[in-house]
């Protein structure tokens, strides 16, 4: 199984920038999928997460509002629309996959992890 995150960069604050999440070896369509962020020096950190259907999402507070996560389970690939980026949101940004359908934000009840994708966010 492998799942491989794209999309990062090096933006200005405001900025908005699209993480991708592609799933190879594994059909996403009946797991939940999760996004999570490492800063430097910093814990991992839950950022969304949403549901094998797509109809149930949860998002950190810090995000709310400015980050969507979706998915095409035809293209087993899960996206993060990120927007109004602030320099806080500069991090690791890092996709992983349940294996059952209901989403959470626990990072621990997550089985597959892809590489992280690097997001720099400057003032």
């Known amino acids: 199984v492998q799942l491989q995150a794209s999309g990062g960069g090096s933006v200005q604050a405001g900025d908005s920038l699209r993480l991708s999440c592609a799933a190879s070896?594994?059909?996403?369509?009946?797991?939940?999928m999760g996004w999570f962020r490492q800063a430097p020096g910093e814990s991992r950190e839950f950022v969304a997460t949403?549901?094998?259907?797509?109809?149930?999402?949860y998002y950190a507070d810090s995000v709310k509002g400015r980050f969507t996560i979706s998915r095409d389970n035809a293209k087993n690939t899960v996206y993060l629309q990120m927007n109004y980026l602030e320099p806080e949101d500069t991090a690791s940004y890092y996709c992983?996959?349940?294996?059952?359908?209901?989403?959470?934000?626990?990072?621990?009840?997550?089985?597959?992890w892809g590489q992280g994708t690097l997001v720099t966010v400057s003032s």
């Open positions: 949403i549901n094998a259907r797509g109809d149930i999402r």
């Open positions: 070896g594994l059909s996403i369509g009946r797991y939940a």
């Open positions: 992983a996959a349940r294996t059952i359908p209901i989403a959470t934000m626990t990072q621990e009840e997550y089985r597959y």
